[in-house]
Antibody, heavy 121, light 107 residues
Framework: QVQLVESGGGVVQPGRSLRLSCATS????????MHWVRQAPGKGLEWVAL????????NYADSVKGRFTISRDNSKNTVYLQMNRLRAEDTAVYYC??????????????WGRGTQVIVSS | ELVLTQSPGTLSLSPGERATLSCRAS???????LAWYQQKPGQAPRLLIY???TRATGIPDRFSGSESGTDFTLTISRLEPEDFAVYYC?????????FGQGTKLEV
């Protein structure tokens, strides 16, 4: 069955960096886009980034562009989120989700359980 | 930037009743790129509907989606106890996805 498992979250000081990983199994990883979506405490969902199935294109939310980088390793079935210059407002649960290609878009059809990131001094 | 506005913010109903949740787009959105998700406390979101009306794998047929112009609707025909949760609409067609703010469906 499809599984996505995030790791790498934790407590970090403002201005520092953190790298999240999402290990996947149960499907052909290289056939799917991959997303990161976050949820601040008590708030709604905020899309963060998308990487295409072959890594040829990346898209970012304005709130993280220039600070976060999404990447993937199709040989390890893993997607990453490098987060630099972290801010208090980046505090959230970070979910990775599989992007099913659908008429040119990537809908988030399976989700991991998330990893908590807390940015605090 | 495209904004999705969901209404109502909270919907109070009982098991067995019909639920109607709305999502309005600030500009034109192709129904192909409209999805609905369910999220229960402490859990990840779950895809319910995409393409405005296509049910995702394993989603029961009491869930249905429809659209009329820039207005989209998620209908749950007869509420089961496990349906009480927060529901989000989403557009995924542009280079940046956006989510609505959510509707909480409570007993």
């Amino acid at each position: 069955q499809v599984q996505l498992v995030e790791s790498g979250g934790g407590v970090v000081q403002p201005g520092r960096s953190l790298r999240l990983s999402c290990a996947t199994s149960g499907f052909t990883f290289s056939n799917y886009g991959m997303h990161w979506v976050r949820q601040a405490p008590g708030k709604g969902l905020e899309w963060v980034a998308l990487i295409w199935y072959d890594g040829s294109n990346e898209n970012y939310a304005d709130s993280v562009k220039g600070r976060f980088t999404i990447s993937r390793d199709n040989s390890k079935n893993t997607v990453y989120l490098q987060m630099n210059r972290l801010r208090a407002e980046d505090t959230a649960v970070y979910y990775c989700s599989r992007g099913l290609h659908y008429y040119g878009g990537y809908v988030n059809d399976y989700w991991g359980r998330g990893t908590q990131v807390i940015v605090s001094s | 930037e495209l904004v999705l506005t969901q209404s109502p913010g909270t919907l109070s109903l009982s098991p067995g009743e019909r639920a109607t949740l709305s999502c309005r787009a600030s500009q034109s959105v192709s129904s192909i790129y409209l999805a609905w998700y369910q999220q229960k406390p402490g859990q990840a979101p779950r895809l319910l509907i995409y393409g405005a009306s296509t049910r995702a794998t394993g989603i029961p047929d009491r869930f249905s989606g429809s659209e009329s112009g820039t207005d989209f609707t998620l209908t749950i025909s007869r509420l089961e106890p496990e349906d009480f949760a927060v529901y989000y609409c989403q557009q995924f067609g542009s280079s940046r996805q956006t989510f609505g703010q959510g509707t909480k469906l409570e007993v």
